[in-house]
C-alpha cells in the first residue's frame, strides 16, 4: 500500500489549494478514504471521509464549507479543496485508507500546507 | 465536537508495562465501540496499532492491547523497550460520520 500526498507549498491567506493524494498497491475503488492533518507540534484533527465511490462525503464540523473532499477512481486519487485558507490552515495534511471501526489504517507521508503572507 | 482527553506525557523503565488513558463521552467513545490508536513518531505518518477497541492490524504485536470501560479507552504497552518512546493519540467514532482524536500523549522510556 502506497499512498503519496501532493500539492502543499507556502500559499497566502484567502487563497485556495488542492491537495492530492496518489494510491497504489491497493484496490482504490473500493476503499473508503480519510483527510487528516496535524499542525506543527500539534495532534491530529479529523477532517473529512469519503465513500469507495465518492457518493457519501463527511466533514469535521469545525471545517465544513471551507473543504471539500472527492476522488478520482480511474486515476487512483484522493482529493481534498481548501477554500480560504487561514494561518491556522498551516499543517501537514495526510490522507489514509479507513478501516473497520472507523479506524484510520495506512497512512502517507503528508504534505506541508504553509498559509502565510 | 471535542477532541477526546489524553493526558500530555506518560513515562515508563524498559521492560515495564505503561498505560495510556483516552476519556470521551457517551457521543463518542461510551456510545460505540470504534475506538483506535496511534503511534507516531517524530517527523513520520501515524501508525495504526489497535482498531475497535482492541484489534491488531496484522504485524502490530501482542505487547499492545486496548480496552474500554465507560466512556474512558485505554492502551497498554507492556515490556517497555526504547524503541516505543513516541506520541500515542486515541480516536473513537463520533456519530454522524465523524471521527475525532485525542491530544496525544508522549510517552518517554526511561
Known amino acids: 500500500v502506497q499512498l503519496v500526498e501532493s500539492g502543499g507549498g507556502v500559499v497566502q491567506p484567502a487563497t485556495s489549494l488542492r491537495l492530492s493524494c496518489a494510491a497504489s498497491?491497493?484496490?482504490?475503488?473500493?476503499?473508503?478514504m480519510h483527510w487528516v492533518r496535524q499542525a506543527p507540534g500539534k495532534g491530529l484533527e479529523w477532517l473529512a471521509v469519503?465513500?469507495?465511490?465518492?457518493?457519501?462525503?463527511y466533514y469535521a464540523d469545525s471545517e465544513r464549507g471551507r473543504v471539500t473532499i472527492s476522488r478520482d477512481n480511474s486515476k487512483n486519487t484522493l482529493y481534498l479543496q481548501l477554500n480560504s485558507l487561514r494561518t491556522d490552515d498551516t499543517a501537514v495534511y495526510y490522507c489514509?485508507?479507513?478501516?473497520?471501526?472507523?479506524?484510520?489504517?495506512?497512512w502517507g507521508q503528508g504534505t506541508l500546507v504553509t498559509v502565510s503572507s | 465536537q471535542s477532541a477526546l482527553t489524553q493526558p500530555p506525557s506518560a513515562s515508563g523503565s524498559p521492560g515495564q508495562s505503561v498505560t495510556f488513558s483516552c476519556t470521551g463521552t457517551?457521543?463518542?467513545?461510551?456510545?460505540?465501540?470504534?475506538v483506535s490508536w496511534y503511534q507516531q513518531f517524530p517527523g513520520t505518518a501515524p501508525k495504526l496499532l489497535i482498531y475497535?477497541?482492541?484489534k491488531r492490524p496484522s504485524g502490530v504485536p501482542d505487547r499492545f492491547s486496548g480496552s474500554k470501560s465507560g466512556n474512558t479507552a485505554s492502551l497498554t504497552v507492556s515490556g517497555l523497550q526504547t524503541e516505543d518512546e513516541a506520541n500515542y493519540y486515541c480516536?473513537?467514532?463520533?456519530?454522524?460520520?465523524?471521527?475525532?482524536f485525542g491530544g496525544g500523549t508522549l510517552l518517554t522510556v526511561l
Open positions: 498497491g491497493f484496490t482504490f475503488r473500493t476503499s473508503a
Open positions: 469519503i465513500s469507495y465511490d465518492g457518493v457519501h462525503k
Open positions: 489514509a485508507t479507513r478501516t473497520f471501526g472507523y479506524a484510520a489504517e495506512y
Open positions: 475497535e477497541v482492541d
Open positions: 480516536a473513537s467514532y463520533a456519530g454522524r460520520n465523524n471521527l475525532v
Open positions: 457517551s457521543d463518542d467513545v461510551g456510545g460505540y465501540g470504534f
